[in-house]
């Protein structure tokens, strides 16, 4: 099945319990308010027919003034 949705998800910590996105996309995410420089994690899964996959590993990137 083809996906139809994301959910993208960035956080400040790796255990996601700071939010600074949590989206359901239906297309590309261009940009973002990040607010800060410093490092960021991010994890996106799929939804289908209202089923979601499990969430991708985590990946980190970094935000640099």
Known sequence: A????????VSRDPGFKDLVL???LTGNLDSFD???????YWRVQAIVRGKTSPWSETRMFSVVP
């Open 34 to 40: 990040y607010g800060e420089t410093g490092r960021y």
């Open 2 to 9: 083809l996906t139809e949705e994301y959910r993208l998800q």
């Open 22 to 24: 949590n989206e359901t």
